[in-house]
């Protein structure tokens, strides 16, 4: 794996070679101090990963990464800076998939840049691969965003009811999960439900992280609807499964599992209808000819975002496992495989129930989801 280090402190940049001569193993740590001199070593190699600081004289961070993001999409993007604005940030967002803060340990920095590495062994098609790693919007909901500016521009606006709205939406509820697990917000402490998210990132960087979503270009309509409302009625199952402290992370996670297909359907829309085309023929389930056609499944493309932008890892296992438990998977990730099994309208299978902890309540399960769908 080739690594590319930017920074203008010279210090910085042996401090790093130093750090990372044991802790990086098989790595080849190349480095540059400026953002022209990294995008002319860009033009003449191939790296797998960026990592810059933010603010340097000239071009800074956010600038060298907006224009890696677009000649070389699928490469992983991180900021590492001791000095990170609002403003830098914001900026930087839309471009970066990961921002980690200085002084960051030589075990903090490897487990990013190798769980990326891994991740993106998930989706084999390098069209795809790009795809994920390039998209940094994702479709979303208008309606749901105008209840969301109207309520934090009114007087009796609240945490509370924007969480619950944004909760509506998985492609926000990602963006803000993914903002807050930064270095900019996080400090130190890992935030895996939407409410908690929500209210760390305040009403007014909801405001402006909303409007932003808005003035993209992204897939809307009917099938986008249909994509959250399963996801919607998916995390409403899993609450009824896990515990009460795990509910608003097994929420959340539920809620996100069809990141993969959002991105898919936004950025190979003709490679999706003949995944479609080939799963009504073959009798398949969806998620099944995406593996055959395509070599990875929405699952797998999810997974991959979300792990990119530093989504907590027990999120980005449920996501990965929605469709496919594996050999050794949590009680959350298996609450979450049931339930979307129950809202597909599938076989649970009673392994996936016991690990669950739900084989005595399965059926009751089931019913009070179908109650709850005829009666909306």
């Not at 940030?89 to 075990?107: D, N, T, Y």
């Not at 994702?138 to 606006?157: C, F, Q, Y």
């Not at 993914?178 to 209210?199: C, E, I, K, L, Y």
């Not at 016991?354 to 909306?376: C, H, M, N, P």
Request: hydrophobic share 45%.
């Amino acid at each position: 794996m080739k690594v590319l280090f930017v920074d203008d402190e010279p210090r910085v940049l042996e401090a790093i070679q130093r750090m990372l001569s044991d802790a990086a193993g098989s790595w080849e740590v190349i480095t540059a101090s400026s953002g022209p001199e990294a995008l002319a070593m860009l033009e003449e190699s191939r790296f797998d990963v960026i990592v810059t600081d933010i603010r340097m004289p000239g071009m800074d961070g956010a600038a060298l990464l907006s224009k890696v993001h677009e000649r070389w999409p699928s490469m992983t993007r991180i900021v590492l800076s001791g000095h990170t604005d609002q403003e830098h940030a914001m900026r930087a967002i839309g471009s970066a998939h990961q921002f980690l803060s200085k002084p960051c340990s030589p075990k903090k920095l490897t487990e990013v840049v190798e769980n990326a590495f891994y991740l993106s062994a998930l989706t084999p098609n390098s069209r795809i691969r790009e795809l994920a790693a390039a998209v940094h919007r994702l479709p979303a909901m208008p309606k749901v965003h105008e209840r969301i500016l109207t309520l934090i521009d009114g007087s009796n606006a609240s945490v509370r009811d924007a969480a619950d709205l944004v909760s509506q939406d998985p492609g926000l509820c990602a963006k803000i999960l993914r903002v807050v697990n930064s270095a900019f917000f996080a400090r130190g402490q890992v935030v895996r439900d939407v409410r908690t998210a929500t209210a760390r990132v305040g009403l007014d960087l909801l405001r402006a992280l909303v409007l932003s979503e808005r003035a993209s270009c992204g897939l809307s309509g009917k099938r986008v609807e249909q994509i959250q409302r399963d996801a919607l009625d998916a995390a409403a199952v899993t609450m009824r499964i896990v515990s009460p402290d795990d509910q608003r992370t097994a929420f959340t996670a539920a809620l996100l599992c069809d990141v993969g297909t959002l991105v898919l359907e936004q950025g190979a829309p003709d490679e999706i209808a003949a995944v479609r085309a080939h799963a009504a023929e073959s009798l398949l389930p969806l998620h099944v000819a995406e593996k055959e056609l395509l070599g990875s499944s929405h699952a797998d493309v999810g997974g991959y975002v979300l792990g990119l932008w530093g989504v907590p890892p027990v999120i980005v296992d449920a996501v990965l496992g929605h469709h496919d438990l594996g050999r050794d998977p949590s009680a959350l990730s298996a609450a979450v495989y049931v339930a979307h099994c129950i809202v597909a309208g599938d076989v649970v299978s009673a392994e996936a129930a016991e690990r669950a902890g739900v084989a005595s309540r399965l059926a009751e399960i089931r019913q009070a989801y179908i109650e709850d769908k005829y009666a909306a």
